[in-house]
């Protein structure tokens, strides 16, 4: 059997950072690399950040308040270590998020804001106990929350969600426009993994339920994954082929879709018809594997 080489270039599985083993990274580890003159710092103040020019702006991890969450984000291949700080205070138009800087940031800052805009989002959503309600405080590095009444932790967790492009036996790409979007707005099908599902039942009932098409564990590629934190999505992205079938959209989540020949969807997005998924996303991955060739800027959304 032959297998084909995962994606490599997904945005924001990129990474140019080592993260310490959490299960033996102690409390006094982390004060010590607190207390470490070189360590560097990025203020996170509503998911977004600053730049010193193209990279992310560091910062002394002195100069904040003591108060202040802070997060381990590990050390870059020379042992440098980074942190990330949680800060409450109003932003201006120079400060950027993920979805604008993902695809423009080195490897090294990628993987450093899509963690620090990761945990940032489950700090928001977890500081009461699920358990008995009671208020949770940080521990671990800012990895997890231990209750302070029953002492039940919690830690980060992804929510897997499948997607997929699908390929007809005459190489055509079928992609949807969902409900909300412009009428030129079309993507790939996606789906998150629901209980009790592996991942591959979940993209066979999501491709049914949202394009019609019925698709058997022979016509499934596993193609990469990548983090999507928005609020904690992991997509584990897949290529589909099929013999040509008709696809019929739900009408709830997918109002339309549309098959596609290579010169078809250069021809729609060069007229302004068209506009694919954006550079940050896995969908605009998918699409631009099968394409053949780097999709240009101006057919993509923002």
């Not at 003591?66 to 409450?88: H, M, P, R």
């Not at 699920?130 to 967790?157: D, E, I, M, Y």
């Not at 030129?184 to 993994?193: E, I, K, P, R």
């Not at 949202?210 to 997509?235: C, T």
């Amino acid at each position: 059997m032959k297998f084909e080489p995962l994606l490599t270039s997904l945005t924001l599985s990129r990474s140019a950072i080592q993260r310490r083993n959490r299960e033996t990274f102690t409390d006094l580890q982390w004060s010590q690399v607190l207390a470490s003159p070189n360590i560097k710092a990025i203020e996170l103040r509503d998911f977004r950040v600053e730049l010193n020019g193209a990279e992310l702006k560091f910062h002394n991890l002195q100069n904040f308040d003591a108060n202040s969450l802070k997060i381990d984000l590990g050390t870059d291949l020379d042992g440098n270590s980074y942190a990330a700080v949680l800060v409450e205070k109003p932003v201006d138009d120079s400060w950027r998020d993920l979805r604008s800087l993902g695809a423009k940031l080195n490897d090294r800052d990628v993987a450093l804001m899509a963690t620090a805009v990761a945990l940032a989002n489950w700090h928001a959503r977890a500081t009461f106990c699920p358990v008995c309600g009671g208020a949770t405080t940080v521990t671990n590095a800012g990895w997890s929350r231990t209750c302070a009444k029953c002492k039940q932790v919690q830690h980060p967790r992804s929510d897997p969600a499948v997607i997929a492009l699908i390929v007809d036996k005459d190489d055509r790409a079928l992609i949807g426009r969902r409900a909300e979007w412009a009428e030129s707005s079309f993507s790939t099908f996606a789906g998150f993994v629901e209980a009790g599902e592996s991942a591959e039942m979940a993209l066979i009932r999501e491709l049914k339920e949202e394009s019609g098409i019925s698709v058997q564990l022979s016509d499934i590629s596993y193609r990469g994954s990548q983090v999507w934190p928005f609020p904690a999505s992991l997509m584990l992205g897949y290529q589909v082929k099929i013999q040509s079938q008709e696809s019929v959209p739900d009408g709830i989540e997918i109002v339309e879709v549309r098959w596609y020949t290579r010169d078809e969807m250069k021809f729609d997005c060069e007229e302004g018809r068209l506009q694919l998924p954006p550079s940050i996303s896995i969908a605009r991955q998918l699409i631009e594997e099968w394409f053949g060739s780097a999709l240009p800027g101006e057919w993509l959304r923002p």
